[in-house]
């Protein structure tokens, strides 16, 4: 599955941005989605992620400001984030793959989008 990712950009502190990423290639809706960031000299890391019908995981660090959805009638995911912090400044990257449930991170990624970068001003 290919992916593309968008919507990232600047914002300040306490501000809210939406990403989003859309799927071509494979059926969407086998695929669980998810999304990872980068920050400078730090490895990516697990944000959040969505299974097949709608079950929803995070990392703890954005838990209840981030939010994950997927549209499979438009093979699309969706992380809106709200009250953000400079600490999530990174390269977000949408990803396809497997849930498991009972792993960390619960996504075991079979594709990657490219990056789109959120910076956070404080």
Known sequence: VQLQASGGGL???GGSLRLSCAASGR???NYGMGWFRQAPGKEREFVAAINVIGG??????VKD???ISRDNAKDTVNLQMN???PEDTGVYYCAAGMIRATMYPPLSVRSWG????VTVSS
């Not at 929803?56 to 660090?61: G, I, V, W």
């Open 11 to 13: 914002v300040q502190a």
């Open 27 to 29: 059926t969407f809706s």
């Open 56 to 61: 929803t995981y995070y990392a703890d660090s």
């Open 65 to 67: 400001r981030f939010t």
């Open 83 to 85: 009250s953000l912090k």
């Open 114 to 117: 490219q990056g789109t970068q």
